[in-house]
């Protein structure tokens, strides 16, 4: 019996601060394409309706902008994403900015409420903040509180209007069920441009950033052994691969967030590969291509795809 795969291609770019997200998964499918992989016409594909059009209007929601069109897409990710996991082995999202990420993670909680949720999160940034943190109000920066049920009023510094905090509430409780994850189950690999709120927030909750330099120093393999670990109480991984995380000289600027010494191509496939045959990864996430602002024409996409053809390889040669 073979795994049963899915894609779940998710243009949303709202939750970004810069246009262009959006062009990332069609970036991905003109590689398949010229590769002649046709690996996107292997297996279902099932797209999400965008609000990107209040990209087109200015929003009034400052520490949370376009917070009302997110919360829509929210809804429309996590639905989509429960019925997936029901229905097939794996899915594979592939998705513009990071915002809706929090959609995942309510989606595969919603199809096993009972199950403990583990999540890989590899990126740049955090993406811990908080309407009441942010220093920019892109909600691409807040996923991961919302699946924390998370305001981290600790470290407030804004004051969100009644408006986005009705949203934002609405993000943290889709699926009647909050939080999604715990502090505990949450591991980092390549955070390296964190926010004060953020910092102290991981500081309260003891949650461990695995730095690239770390990563470097002691070898894939040992952080693998450590992350399993740190999963073992866990029924259910979920992988979210920002491709911020890896080194914009290396590879390309083409990311709407680019942070220097990031991980390798050959880190992030090493990772990817060991994570996508483990029998408790269910779903994993590429997001944050963005051909519009690549110096190398598609070189970010290219790289992202091939990370993605490793990671359903190996999804197809598992048990
Ligand atoms: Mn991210």
Redesign the pocket.
Known sequence: MSTSIAFIINESEISAGTRGASLGPGAMRVVDHNRKQFLFGKYPNTFIETENHLLDQPTDLVWGKRADGLAKVYERVANAVKESREKFDFTLVVAA??GS?GGTIAGLKMANPDKRLGVL?I???G?MHTPYTTPSGNM??M?LATALNEDNLESKQNDPKEETVRYWNQMKNIGGIAPKIEADDLAFIGLRDLETPEIEYMDRKGIKNIAVEELREVGVDAIIERLEKKFENCDEIYL?F?V??MDPKIVSHGTG?PVDNGLSPEESQKLLKHFAGHPKVKCIEF??VNPCLDEKINRMAEVAYDLMKDVIETVENKA
């Open positions: 900015d990071h990420a999160w990126d740049a940034h993406d691409h920066g996923p979210s920002d911020d995380s967030t997001v944050e």
